[in-house]
């Protein structure tokens, strides 16, 4: 029910697992700049590059709902893969359940324990299929592991899961696209026997679904005339409105409230600012206020509830930190403690058995991609299972600290800073890394580049500009048609002035970074504010708004109106076409004075190649500096650990080149290999498509 973003993740195989995460209720970590200082000057080791681009060694765990059995993530063949093994077994007597040549994006349990269910795409074309494994399946003596079977085998359309019944745990409810590439018809699939069956033919434009947890369909969502968007009701004979919003309210279904009349949703409609909790009769859509925001900061965050019962258990927002609110005695409890037996950090509940006797939990931290425990909650104790990445010298990384300024037009800037470790934090040269989305917002936690880029002695700024989502309805507003010229990337301006101002930033030795949003703020940057910055790396950018939003895929399109072309513009309007072009770096190309590196994923559905192609055909042609580095077996991001790594070195020796930082001269030779595979000779690069506009 979220607006589309350019880089969102894509985690189609979320179930209803309680997910709690946060620092506790009511903690803060607000930094004033002074607290940024270091007092070691002693700079951190240079660390290898493997350690932060590499799959980690575990990572994923779920307990199976009985609690009997733990799966995770792992490479086998050295590819990210599902294992899995008995909850009290050790890890090394785990075995592989799948041997995908692509990494495994997501996956869970079916309700039984019967099956493991995942989904997987073809190079990064999210056209992804949904496929179920038995862990005790035979084993093929080739491949090592039991067959898998894809329960959606339709070539170029995309599967949903929908629901995952509790009362039929044999079946799954999928959406499938193959009959109308723009919306997601409704599936029954047996997952015994693979066999799929029509539940309902989406002939009403509806452009999301909700079942109950016994599998029953009840809601639907909508996009209206307009931009904005209806909650209807599923009725026998038809659909029925319940509440509407604009294209500038959010409207999020949750969770089906235990008495089975109404629903949790949050949501920011008439007068309010931040999004709220509230419920929603599914009768008459009666609305009822839950809650809000105790500190009255942030949107609502989101809501955990019980497996079983669906009694709501805890709430959580996202300000600087995470802040956690348990809702029942029990989750008061069972939050105390969690906080007494697991070490300082953000914890998160990952996985439980129904029972909740049983839990996985995390703790990470801004220099901790996670450490997982085992929890009792019979006996309150928590037993270490895992690090998912063990050879990360967490005392050689850098902090995080949230940091906000004013822009020039009066508007507060929220955003984080990672400064290197062991260095004075004075006149350092500075990568600005700008989030995608761009109806999305940067957190406090491990970020790789951030930790990377730190490493490698770089000051990193990461900017929730004014578009960003989580702060408020004003603040996301904020940038509707404020791309490139605008308020949107005069924030990122501002930020850049700001660390100046504030002694941190060399101004001479200032790069731009981001990918998809993040990709097109790169290139605007470094267009409309040429003197700024003295390199950039646009990463899956688009470069041109007019053929951006033209070739988006089909099933984003019932949404566009209240998203893109609201919020951005849209093509097919004559008055819009000139403000795109105006706002589209490739038309303003002339004005780029810096070097470049660009990058692409040649299979992304997103933001295709012919974005990165333009832009790099026209700066060859004009002479200006740049570099093309194009993954032929990725999408909207690199996912494969050898493209990650090999990514890092041309960034690294890009960015030592142009800013003068850090570089480990010692490469891999598959990675070097992989590095020139996926390098590109821009002498080569030829246009498949036409200019627009």
Same mark, same amino acid.
């Given at each position: 029910m979220r607006k589309l973003t350019i880089l969102s993740a894509c985690l189609l195989a979320a179930t209803a697992l309680l997910c709690l995460t946060g620092c506790g209720a009511g903690d803060k970590n607000e930094a004033a700049p002074a607290?940024?200082?270091?007092?070691?000057?002693?700079?951190?080791?240079?660390?290898?590059?493997?350690?932060?681009?590499?799959?980690?060694?575990?990572?994923?765990?779920?307990?199976?709902?009985?609690?009997?059995?733990?799966?995770?993530?792992?490479?086998y063949n050295g590819v990210r893969n599902i294992w899995v093994k008995g909850a009290n077994e050790p890890f090394d007597a785990a075995r592989p359940l799948t041997a995908d040549k692509r990494p495994v994006p997501g996956y869970f349990w079916s309700q039984d324990n019967e099956y493991i269910l995942y989904v997987q795409d073809k190079g990064g074309d999210e056209n992804y299929h949904v496929w179920a494994v038995d862990p005790d399946g035979q084993v093929d003596a080739e491949?090592?592991?039991?067959?898998?079977?894809? &329960?959606?085998?339709? !070539?170029?359309?995309?599967?949903? #899961?929908?629901? @995952?019944?509790? =009362? /039929?745990?044999?079946?799954?409810? *999928?959406? &499938?696209?193959?009959? !109308?590439?723009?919306?997601?018809? #409704?599936?029954? @699939?047996?997952? =015994? /026997?693979?066999?799929?069956?029509? *539940?309902?033919?989406?002939?009403?434009?509806?452009?999301?679904?909700?079942?109950?947890?016994?599998?029953?369909?009840r809601l639907a969502y909508r996009p209206t005339p307009g931009g904005g968007a209806e909650v209807l009701a599923v009725d026998p004979d038809g659909l029925r409105q319940l509440i509407t919003s604009t294209y500038e309210e959010e409207m999020n279904l949750i969770a089906f409230h235990p008495n089975g009349r109404q629903c949790y949703f949050s949501s920011n409609?008439?007068?309010?600012?931040?999004?709220?909790?509230?419920l929603m009769d599914m009768e008459s859509g009666e609305t009822t206020?839950?809650?809000?925001d105790?500190?009255?900061?942030?949107?609502?965050?989101?809501?955990?509830?019980?497996?079983?019962?669906?009694?709501?258990?805890?709430?959580?927002?996202?300000?600087d930190r995470v802040r956690v609110?348990?809702?029942?005695?029990?989750?008061?409890?069972?939050?105390?403690?969690?906080?007494?037996?697991?070490?300082?950090?953000?914890?998160?509940?990952?996985?439980?058995?129904?029972?909740?006797?049983?839990?996985?939990?995390?703790?990470?931290?801004?220099?901790?991609?996670?450490?997982?425990?085992?929890?009792?909650a019979k006996t309150g104790q928590a037993t270490l299972q895992y690090r998912s990445r063990p050879e990360l010298p967490s005392e050689h990384l850098a902090s995080m600290k949230p940091v906000s300024y004013i822009a020039r037009d009066g508007m507060k800037i929220h955003g984080y800073l990672?400064?290197?470790?062991?260095?004075?934090?004075?006149n350092l040269p500075v990568v600005m890394y700008i989030h995608g989305g761009p109806w999305a917002r940067d957190h406090w936690g491990y970020e790789p580049n951030c930790q990377f880029l730190a490493n490698r002695g770089y000051a990193v700024m990461q900017v929730n500009y004014r578009s960003s989502t989580g702060y408020g309805k004003k603040y996301t507003n904020a940038g509707n048609r404020e791309w490139g010229i605008g308020t949107m990337q005069h924030d990122i301006t501002d930020a850049v002035n700001w660390l100046i101002a504030e002694g941190y930033a060399d101004a001479d030795k200032i790069a731009i970074?981001?990918?998809?949003?993040?990709?097109?703020?790169?290139l605007a940057g470094v267009t409309f504010t040429p003197d700024l910055f003295a390199c950039g790396i646009p990463y899956v950018g688009p470069s041109n708004l007019l053929t951006l939003i033209n070739s988006f895929p089909e099933y984003w399109k019932p949404f566009l109106e209240g998203s893109w072309y609201k919020r951005v513009g849209n093509p097919d309007v004559e008055g819009d076409v000139a403000d795109l072009k105006a706002r589209s770096p490739l038309f303003h190309c002339d004005e780029i004075k810096v070097p470049l590196l660009v990058v692409h994923g040649a299979n992304d559905p997103r933001v295709k190649q012919h974005e990165s192609d333009q832009i790099v055909v026209a700066l060859r042609d004009k002479g200006k500096e740049v570099e093309y580095i194009v993954a032929p077996d990725e999408g909207h991001g690199f996912r494969a650990p050898n493209n990650r790594k090999a990514l890092a070195v041309a960034m690294e020796k890009f960015l030592a080149k142009q800013l003068g930082g850090r570089y480990q001269e010692d490469v891999k030779p598959e990675t070097q290999e992989r590095l020139d595979e996926i390098t590109v000779d821009v002498k080569g690069v030829t246009l498949t498509q036409p200019d627009e506009g």
């Open positions: 607290a940024l200082e270091e007092t070691a000057m002693t700079p951190a080791p240079l660390l290898d590059r493997e350690l932060f681009f590499g799959d980690p060694k575990i990572s994923g765990a779920q307990l199976s709902h009985d609690g009997q059995w733990m799966s995770f993530m792992k490479p491949s090592g592991v039991p067959a898998s079977r894809d &329960l959606t085998p339709v !070539d170029g359309a995309r599967a949903q #899961i929908l629901s @995952v019944p509790r =009362n /039929t745990p044999n079946e799954i409810m *999928v959406g &499938l696209n193959d009959r !109308d590439p723009s919306y997601h018809d #409704i599936y029954k @699939v047996d997952i =015994n /026997t693979g066999k799929r069956e029509l *539940v309902r033919e989406n002939n009403e434009g509806v452009g999301g679904w909700m079942f109950d947890p016994q599998g029953q369909l409609r008439g007068d309010k600012d931040l999004q709220q909790l509230m206020f839950v809650e809000k105790p500190e009255n900061e942030v949107d609502f965050g989101g809501a955990s509830t019980h497996p079983v019962t669906d009694e709501l258990m805890a709430t959580f927002y996202v300000g609110y348990p809702q029942t005695p029990a989750a008061q409890k069972l939050w105390d403690d969690l906080k007494k037996a697991l070490p300082e950090g953000e914890i998160g509940l990952n996985s439980t058995s129904n029972d909740m006797s049983k839990i996985l939990c995390s703790v990470s931290s801004d220099v901790d991609p996670g450490t997982v425990y085992f929890f009792d990672t400064l290197p470790k062991g260095v004075e934090h004075k970074f981001g990918g998809s949003y993040g990709g097109y703020a790169t």
